[in-house]
């Protein structure tokens, strides 16, 4: 029992030091936390809500395109003649590309024409005996038959023999060419692509959920893997007018300036597609507090005492959290030291924000 004794009267004595000297210590209600040197109320850093710029954006996965695109095929039959192309070079609308040699078909218009010219002597003559009224009528139209019809065999060779040179239907970049000098080809045979990648295509799929807000002029940022850290700049051009029924997303196109020429059909992109820009009160994301799913703020009175105020966020970018509800424009957060707070307590505010320091009133009360 005096050995019990003596160990109470131990323990109450270390109760009463630390009573005494540390009362945060020992966690009882009303004790402060933390508190400065001397006893004096904890500095804290403390910031003016003000306003901010907040935009809503959407990301998703796209896939560059060319504005315009073509696969330059051979539209007849015969050998290559000339190639007037490098690989990769820029070349503009109607350029020639490829010549085929021809032969045949310069033959066959040689032939074809020496037919008309004969068929145009017979129809003059014929003309003129029917004039003088010495051939029957039957005579003309018979000569104007043969006529038209040399005449349409003269047009329809030299259509052929246009399609033995083959022209850029527009300006752009020419790709890998699948032939050489002396290639025999035919109809439909690839000879290479031309691409006009001036102005690059984004195509990328929305969830039909952000439809309404979906509109031609919307900004985007793109990145690819080719250039990391770097981003493109374009708009949305249009939207598609149907619903995927399986994945129930929109397809969504959109427009980027290349000059330089360094987006290059089918790369994947990242693409942040931004849907709306507001104006909104916002604090340092160092001024929330989480408690389970709320959040809340301490906000530094008049008597320079911090008192807790639940908030609602919106809107997050780096540093930055926007306010939709709890604060006003002017109020002053604590921003750093929100572990030394304790609500209703006084605080040693200073402004990281360019405001004046806020003096404290009074002690800290450890009662």
Not at 275 to 301: C, I, M, N
Not at 337 to 342: A, D, F, L
């Amino acid at each position: 029992m005096k050995k019990f004794g003596f160990a109470a009267a131990a323990a109450a004595l270390v109760l009463l030091a630390v009573w005494l000297f540390a009362p945060g210590m020992l966690g009882l209600a009303g004790a402060p936390a933390a508190q400065g040197p001397g006893g004096r109320p904890p500095v804290v850093t403390v910031v003016t809500v003000g306003r901010d710029t907040f935009t809503e954006t959407i990301e998703a996965i796209g896939t560059a395109l060319a504005s315009e695109s073509v696969t330059i095929t051979a539209k007849t039959a015969d050998t290559v003649g000339s190639i007037n192309f490098t690989e990769g070079q820029q070349v503009e609308a109607g350029a020639i590309l490829i010549e085929m040699t021809s032969t045949q078909q310069a033959a066959d218009l040689m032939a074809a024409r020496a037919e008309l010219a004969e068929a145009e002597k017979a129809y003059a003559r014929a003309a003129d005996l029917v004039s003088k009224g010495i051939a029957a009528r039957a005579t003309l139209d018979a000569a104007v038959a043969a006529r038209d019809a040399a005449r349409g065999r003269v047009q329809a060779i030299e259509a052929r023999l246009a399609d033995t040179i083959i022209k850029a239907p527009f300006a752009g970049v020419v790709g890998l060419r699948n032939v050489s000098v002396g290639s025999y080809v035919r109809p439909g045979d690839v000879i290479t692509t031309l691409d006009a990648i001036g102005l690059i295509k984004a195509d990328f799929t929305v969830p039909e959920r952000y439809l309404s807000v979906l509109k031609p002029g919307l900004t985007i940022a793109v990145g690819v893997a080719a250039y990391p850290g770097e981003t493109f700049a374009g708009a949305v051009a249009s939207v598609d007018t149907r619903i995927d029924p399986v994945t129930r997303a929109v397809k969504v196109r959109a427009e980027l300036p290349n000059a330089d020429l360094r987006l290059k059909p089918g790369m994947l992109m990242t693409v942040v597609l931004n849907v709306s820009e507001r104006s909104a009160l916002a604090v340092p994301e160092s001024a929330l507090v989480s408690q389970g799913e709320k959040r809340f703020v301490f906000v530094v009175d008049a008597d320079s005492k911090a008192q807790r105020v639940d908030v609602t966020t919106g809107l997050v970018k780096p540093g930055r959290v926007e306010i939709l509800s709890g604060l006003k424009e002017g109020d002053r957060v604590v921003s750093q030291g929100t572990n030394k707070v304790i609500p209703g307590r006084p605080v040693s505010a200073a402004g990281d924000d360019g405001a004046k320091p806020v003096a404290a009133s009074g002690g800290a009360n450890p009662s």
